[in-house]
């Protein structure tokens, strides 16, 4: 017989729920949330929380663009410190791409590999992306990714241009129309990264330490005219689309009237583009190397007033670790450098201050870094602090200083575009289900899209 009403009780004076900002009581029975109270509110519980002053209570985070490499690339990143990092930074549920790992999430059998490796060691949830490669998307073998579908992965992801990894090849764009009309059939999402490869193979290549060089060896009309394809194949084939790392603002015209005319596209960028420019990279600098690259200071403005019009909808880290000896720090040259930035851990600090400072309000964070991305994966359990979701909650002081150290952050290897920057938004717990995350006695699950 249970002797109180709820599990928890968490009390703040400050709670972001989707109506916003308000003091509140969040009650969680069986790890989901059974009610939002007023702060006062009388409540019996077994256990209270009660925040700090200083403290402000948000939906545990979801990342849906993380690369964690296990099984195969376990040395550049893997379950047991991906998660630890992610708890570290506010985020509660991450998806994992289907590539860098070996083998690649583009079969059933892959995805079994994936969840063996994750099992028992995952700090927070976990779920998974597959891939749409030219093995599972040829003639015959669209029976590949429904499987995979029915699996459980939350969508598929594509490349219109090398993927970096041998075993993830990219699909042309016959190939291309064929997947998406494949994966429109069984009501699939179609996860894309944009860059038209004729495009690349015209440009000059990267070469050395000059980070000016690595940025016009990935223009603008790469993603530009890519992301023309991404449009025209959702139209065609009313499939849902979704525009992985949108770097270049070019192409938010483009978007915003496909949008307009009810395609049906989603589009996410990530912190780095938000809150670095090329102008601030260091010559040698190759951990800020990633692709599509961080353009100019001018573009970056481009792309946070495009997020506060919705024509952007979210914010994912795209954390892509490698060791440091493919980074080539030592010899800092662009054009050999492992291309990924691994922000996992401190994508929300590095996005509330910029937002702040741009005079975007904590709500909009949680809409760009929970909500929307819960919705477009269609984590319905996940993103809200809302009666019946998942428990996943996260304490922040939003005005606490943190200076980054690539030493002391949790993801494999200490590599961070953000080493030894002053940031504002310090995360002090992270919930899982209505418990804390403890990284000595990981709790978390491994998801699949047909489970809720
Ligand atoms: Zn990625």
Redesign the pocket.
């Known amino acids: 017989m249970a002797e109180h009403d709820y599990d928890l009780v968490v009390r703040a004076r400050r709670a972001v729920t989707p109506e916003g900002e308000r003091p509140a009581a969040v009650a969680v029975r069986g790890g989901r949330i059974a009610a939002v109270l007023d702060r006062g509110a009388p409540a019996s519980a077994a256990r209270t929380l009660d925040l700090a002053d200083d403290e402000v209570l948000l939906p545990g985070l979801v990342d849906t663009?993380v690369?964690v490499n296990e099984p195969g690339r376990t040395e550049w990143e893997g379950f047991a410190t991906a998660t630890r990092a992610a708890a570290a930074g506010g985020v509660t549920t991450l998806v994992d791409?289907p590539?860098n790992s070996v083998p690649p999430t583009t079969t059933a059998a892959g995805l079994a590999a994936k969840r063996a490796a994750a099992h028992g060691q995952t700090a927070v949830d976990v779920g998974f992306w597959g891939g749409a490669v030219p093995e599972n998307t040829g003639p015959g073998a669209t029976g590949v990714l429904r499987e995979l579908h029915e699996a459980g992965v939350y969508g598929f992801k594509a490349f219109l241009s090398p993927s970096g990894v041998e075993e993830f090849g990219h699909l042309d764009p016959d190939r291309f129309r064929a997947a998406a009309a494949a994966i429109g059939e069984f009501g699939g999402l179609l996860i894309v990264?944009a860059e038209d490869p004729r495009v690349l193979a015209q440009a000059p290549p990267a070469t050395g330490r000059d980070y000016a060089s690595f940025l016009a060896s990935r223009p603008d009309t790469a993603e530009h005219a890519a992301i023309a394809l991404v449009i025209a194949t959702a139209r065609a084939t009313g499939t849902r689309a979704h525009i992985?790392?949108l770097s270049s603002a070019t192409a938010l015209p483009l978007i915003a009237q496909a949008r307009a005319e009810g395609v049906p596209l989603t589009v996410e960028t990530c912190p780095h583009y938000l809150t670095i420019a090329a102008e601030e990279v260091p010559e040698g600098a190759t951990q800020f190397k990633c692709c599509p690259p961080i353009r100019g200071a001018a573009n970056r403005d481009l792309l946070w007033a495009a997020l506060a019009d919705g024509v952007i909808d979210c914010v994912v880290s795209?954390?892509?670790p490698s060791t440091v000896d493919l980074k080539r720090l030592d010899t800092g040259d662009f054009g050999a450098a492992w291309g990924?930035v691994s922000g996992l851990q401190v994508g929300f600090a590095a996005m509330w201050t910029e937002a702040a400072a741009r005079g975007h309000g904590l709500a909009d964070v949680v809409r760009w870094m929970a909500r929307r991305p819960a919705e477009i994966a269609g984590l319905a359990a996940k993103g809200a602090i809302a009666v019946g979701r998942d428990a996943d909650l996260a304490v922040v002081a939003p005005d606490a200083a943190v200076r980054v150290d690539a030493a002391a952050l949790r993801h494999r290897n200490p590599v961070s575009a953000y080493h030894g920057r002053e940031l504002r938004g310090q995360v002090r717990r992270t919930l899982l289900r209505g418990t804390e995350v403890d990284p000595d006695a990981p709790h978390g699950r491994l998801l699949a899209r047909n489970e809720g």
Do not use: A, E, Q, T
Request: charged share 10%; hydrophobic share 25%.
């Open positions: 663009h690369h791409m590539l990264h992985l790392h795209d954390h892509s990924g």
